[in-house]
């Protein structure tokens, strides 16, 4: 099992949708997780920690389940500018390991 | 805020040559790291860094070093430049151990030919 793992896409998604992208990661040591936005030939940036009791940042919205360890990202009301790869980060608790998913392509359709 | 800055954006260099990659960070952070990413193949550790005068090998050290003489700055080399890391690079800094917001440069985009 590869240690993050996430589902390539790309996603095509009418403009004003809901989707979602999970991320499953096989250290059960694990201690933070991120979400990072990539746009294309740009650096990644982050969107949003990820908080166990999970967390939202107006049309995004957050979660973990420690226990099937996976972590989740919802976006309501997707717009234009939603498009974008998104990254899932997750740092390992006994190294410090600061590993990348190969992340998920979202293509918002107008 | 945080200002990570690779200072060479686009390089077209020849097989064999030598080339250095340049990493700034004006947070005072420990951590620097750099990464290639390659479509399908995502975010690749090549090196890392937690002090001055320290580097730690990453997954795909092979054809690289590295240089840390001071802390806001992290330097990649490949010593002598295949075709096969053609890439692009990226430069990342976080503030310690446990910061756990990783900052990036803007990337490099090096072709060899």
């Known amino acids: 099992r590869k240690e993050v793992e996430q589902d390539p896409g790309p996603f095509n998604v009418p403009e004003g949708a809901t989707v979602a992208f999970n991320c499953t990661y096989s250290?059960?040591?694990?201690?933070?997780f991120f979400w990072y936005r990539q746009d294309c030939r740009k650096e990644p940036k982050l969107l949003m920690s990820?908080?166990?009791s999970g967390n939202e940042d107006g049309r995004f919205t957050a979660q973990l389940n420690r226990a099937s360890q996976y972590i989740s990202l919802l976006i309501r009301d997707s717009k234009l500018s939603d498009s974008a790869t998104y990254l899932c980060v997750v740092r390992q608790n006994r190294d410090d390991k600061i590993i990348f998913g190969k992340g998920t392509r979202l293509h918002i359709l107008p | 805020d945080v200002k990570v800055t690779q200072s060479s954006r686009y390089l077209v260099k020849r097989t064999g040559e030598k080339v250095f990659l340049e990493c700034v960070q004006d947070?005072?952070?420990?951590?620097m790291f750099w990464y290639r990413q390659d479509p399908g193949l995502g975010l690749r550790l090549i090196y890392f860094s937690y002090d001055v005068k320290m580097k730690e090998k990453g997954d795909i050290p092979e054809g690289y070093s590295v240089s840390r003489e001071k802390k806001e700055r992290f330097s990649l080399i490949l010593e002598s430049a295949s075709t096969n890391q053609t890439s692009m690079y990226l430069c990342?800094?976080?503030?310690?151990?446990?910061?756990?917001?990783?900052?990036f440069g803007e990337g490099s985009w090096l072709t060899v030919v």
């Open positions: 947070m005072d952070h420990e951590n």
């Open positions: 250290n059960s040591a694990s201690q933070s």
């Open positions: 990820v908080y166990s």
């Open positions: 990342a800094s976080t503030l310690d151990r446990s910061g756990n917001t990783i900052y």
